[in-house]
């Protein structure tokens, strides 16, 4: 069984940068499909953004669009999501997932099998 484990949260200031990671153990997933989803207290937690096994195929929210960048390595085993131009209503519970089904990336929870614990990334204004 895959464990997804994710790093990098933390606190930063309106207009800052992190570099989320979530490093994949137990076995290779570079024929999974990763993404990134995101939960803010009281809300629902919401796709951010996706990549396909290969790399070559990302699709985001339009929330972030222009300013995150999913990125992977499938020889670390590690998939990434820069997220640039940070504002307030990015604070959230960062999670990563995969799907090695085959399918088409999805966006909604349900497409996806394994889930890593989170990590927390506060945005100040």
């Known amino acids: 069984q895959v464990q997804l484990v994710e790093s990098g949260g933390g606190l930063v200031q309106a207009g800052g940068s992190l570099r989320l990671s979530c490093a994949a153990s137990?076995?290779?997933?570079?024929?999974?499909?990763m993404a990134w989803f995101r939960q803010a207290p009281g809300k629902e937690r919401e796709f951010v953004a996706v990549?396909?096994?290969?790399?070559?195929?990302?699709y985001y929210a339009d929330s972030v669009k222009g300013r995150f960048t999913i990125s992977r390595d499938n020889a670390k085993n590690t998939v990434y999501l820069q997220m640039n131009s940070l504002k307030p209503e990015d604070t959230a519970v960062y999670y990563c997932?995969?799907?090695?089904?085959?399918?088409?990336?999805?966006?909604?929870?349900?497409?996806?099998?394994?889930w890593g614990q989170g990590t927390q990334v506060t945005v100040s204004s």
């Open positions: 990549i396909t096994w290969s790399g070559g195929g990302t």
């Open positions: 997932a995969e799907d090695c089904r085959a399918r088409a990336p999805g966006v909604t929870r349900d497409e996806y099998d394994s």
């Open positions: 137990g076995r290779s997933f570079s024929w999974c499909t």
